[in-house]
């Protein structure tokens, strides 16, 4: 309690008498400093009951200091009865008095307020006032505000701004953040200037600085970006490569680091001292950072893989299948596969046991593990087994159904084939026709154009048009037929049925001439757009065709080529039904540099899938432009070839949903089977035979 003396002494300024005014100044000031001292324990031992008597009485005498520390005491409950009502009152007083702490106090409040109470925009204000008076946290507050959009509009140059002064304070995690926004919007040259400390700290590059900066943050006894900062030291990105040093910033990352992905830290450190990429190579140690990750996916997968070659330790293939069949149960597709596989081959200690690898890819389908690249895998892995009657019967309708539900290109493919070849079910050519334009135009994968091509020119049509297009298929239940039976057997004892043969496919026959002369037409334009797709994606299959030096196609597909390779390139069509192989090689080498036409593709369908909207793809490559500037004859037809599908591929997609990309989607085709003349047999990818 105040003592007496003081009391009096503060009586003794009496209202009006010369000096009161000054006085009580005075004496507010004093209980304000006695207040601190017992809060602060600064001189006298703490004691936050009587600071709150002493800051109590100073806040009555009009002490904004001492109302901005009573406040937040109260508010936090230091040492108090919690009093949220009375310390955000006295805090506000503080506060629009100018006090700058009390701002940044406030401003805490109002954001951590439920309900009505919470005011962001009036908290962004207050950190905003509060920064310019030099309140370190309230800096970094107001940056992390103003990068996030919150309270007001995003604008990350100032954000970016804020960061950097708070970092120049010292404040524990600015160093970061400015990092991570010079790592995302790039620098500038105030960015290069070099952090306070002198010329020593000059940064000559982007990254550069974002090396000084994580350097200063973790050297102050910040663990944020220990990760990456231990990723540049070890790749020698902006400064030279420390490897020693980047070693052990890998392991306190992994303990310390609360902005690191602690599962993928884990991973890339195992694979980089596996390799002795960036860190000295220790294999033990990469094994057992594995092994106390296993818990996760990618430490079981890569724990498997370093258990079957004998790497940092002994080979332990008993070990390696359990850690796969862990990662399997919590629903790795991936690990699903290498699962199955291991089981179905058998050898190098692995117990060959075909009816759990069924039954593990079985689990793996009815989890819908579709997220994960193993789903597609695991049901071409178990499509095969039941064609071949592996691990149980023979069931070609159920591998024909499980394929035919995928959403994913390589089993598409290979469920076009089977209707093709009438395997599980009768010939569908129409079927598989549908089938390819799923891959193709809903997952732009161009490795379907070849095989539909194929289809096309072997009189195959598309549905009239007053048929309604078919949806895309939903993947149902796996049916019971499918499942491996329930069977017990012991370790070492596996009764595996003997493969079933795979029939061999019967021809598709032409059509009757003279028939839908207009939907025949359109096969006809079709087949030439499939083949130009296959042979810019770079497919053997369609460069067989076209480059021959008489192309193998009928006539008039051979015609619609023509056509449309002019138009492609911006050249009237010359008479005849000739192929400019310098035309056709222009585009097959414009499409299959770096896969270039694959990921353009790529691109319209996600741009699709997400607005609807297709744009542009990436400018063309180095050295694909004329003397003019403009796209060279290759990079041209590509781009114009692209805008063909462009609109194939967006109405395609399903209407308020995402697609998943297929396995390998928009990678360079690789068709199979020999040319095509009209009405022979089409060909398509088989399936492996026994």
């Known amino acids: 309690m105040p003592s007496l003396l003081l009391l009096a002494h503060i009586a003794a300024a009496q209202p009006g008498e010369p000096n009161a005014a000054l006085r009580q100044h005075e004496h507010a000031t004093l209980l304000d400093g006695l207040g601190t001292a017992y809060q602060e324990g600064r001189g006298v031992p703490a004691d936050p009951l009587r600071a709150a ?46 006090d700058a702490a009390a701002q940044a106090g406030l401003a805490l409040v109002l954001l951590s307020a439920a309900g009505e109470g919470r005011d962001d925009a009036r908290a962004r204000s207050l950190l905003g006032r509060a920064a310019g008076q030099g309140v370190p946290e309230a800096m970094l507050a107001l940056g992390a505000m103003a990068e996030a959009g919150q309270g007001g509009p995003r604008d990350l140059p100032a954000a970016r701004g804020w960061f950097r002064a708070a970092a120049g304070l010292g404040v524990p995690g600015a160093g970061y953040r400015y990092a991570a926004r010079l790592q995302a919007d790039g620098c500038g040259r105030a960015d290069l200037g070099g952090a306070p400390g002198g010329s020593r700290d000059a940064a000559a590059s982007c990254p550069a600085a974002i090396r000084l900066w994580l350097g200063r943050s973790v050297a102050a006894g910040d663990p944020a970006g220990m990760g990456r900062l231990a990723t540049m030291l070890a790749d020698g990105i902006g400064g030279p490569a420390d490897p020693a040093e980047a070693d052990a910033l890998f392991w306190r990352a992994l303990a310390e680091d609360p902005a690191a992905d602690g599962p993928r830290l884990a991973l890339d450190l195992a694979a980089r001292l596996r390799a002795g990429r960036g860190v000295a190579q220790d294999r033990e140690a990469a094994r057992l950072l594995l092994l106390l990750r296993a818990g996760t996916d990618g430490a079981a997968l890569a724990l498997a893989d370093m258990l079957l070659q004998g790497e940092g330790g002994p080979r332990d293939p008993a070990a390696a299948v359990a850690a796969l069949d862990g990662a399997a149960e919590r629903g790795s597709g991936e690990a699903a596969v290498r699962l199955a596989g291991l089981l179905r081959a058998g050898g190098d200690g692995v117990v060959r046991d075909a009816p759990r690898a069924r039954a593990v890819l079985v689990r793996a389908v009815e989890r819908g593990a579709a997220v994960e690249r193993g789903d597609g895998a695991a049901r071409l892995m178990l499509a095969d087994m039941l064609l071949r009657g592996e691990g149980g019967r023979a069931d070609p309708a159920g591998a024909r159904a499980l394929l035919a539900a995928a959403d994913d290109a390589p089993a598409l493919l290979q469920a076009a084939d089977l209707q093709v070849r009438g395997i599980g079910g009768p010939r569908d050519p129409a079927g598989a026709l549908g089938t390819l334009h799923q891959v193709a135009d809903r997952l732009a994968d161009p490795r379907a154009c070849l095989p539909a091509a194929r289809l096309y020119m072997a009189g195959v049509q598309d549905p009239a048009p007053d048929q309604a297009a078919l949806p ?87 015609l619609a080529l023509q056509a449309r390779l002019a138009a492609l390139a911006g050249q009237a069509m010359a008479p005849g039904v000739g192929l400019d192989p310098a035309l056709l090689r222009a585009l097959r080498d414009a499409g299959v540099q770096d896969g270039r036409f694959g990921a353009l593709l790529a691109a319209v369908r996600d741009v699709a899938v997400q607005d609807g909207a297709v744009r542009d793809g990436a400018p063309p490559a180095s050295g694909t432009t004329g003397e003019d500037g403009a796209p060279a004859t290759g990079p041209r037809m590509l781009l114009a070839l692209r805008d063909i599908w462009a609109a194939r591929i967006r109405g395609a997609q399903p209407a308020g949903g995402a697609v998943q990309p297929g396995n390998g989607a928009a990678q360079p085709a690789g068709g199979a089977g020999g040319p095509v003349a009209e009405g022979v047999a089409v060909s398509l990818p088989s399936v492996p035979r026994p």
């Open 53 to 98: 008597d002493f800051l109590g009485a100073a806040a009555t005498l009009g002490s904004i200091d001492a109302m901005g520390r009573l406040g937040g005491m109260l508010v936090r409950g230091e040492g108090v009865v919690r009093d949220v009502q009375r310390g955000t009152a006295l805090l506000d007083r503080a506060a629009e008095a100018g």
């Open 472 to 558: 895309a298929p939903t993947p149902p239940p796996v049916p019971a037929s499918l499942r491996a039976p329930t069977r017990s057997h012991a370790a070492g004892t596996s009764s595996i049925s003997a493969p079933a043969p795979i029939p061999d496919p019967a021809p598709i026959s032409a059509p009757a001439r003279g028939q839908d002369p207009v939907r025949a037409a359109a096969a006809t334009g079709a087949a030439a757009d499939h083949l130009l797709c296959a042979l810019a994606a770079g497919d053997p299959g369609a460069q067989a065709l076209l480059l021959a030096p008489v192309p193998n196609v009928p006539p008039a597909v051979r």
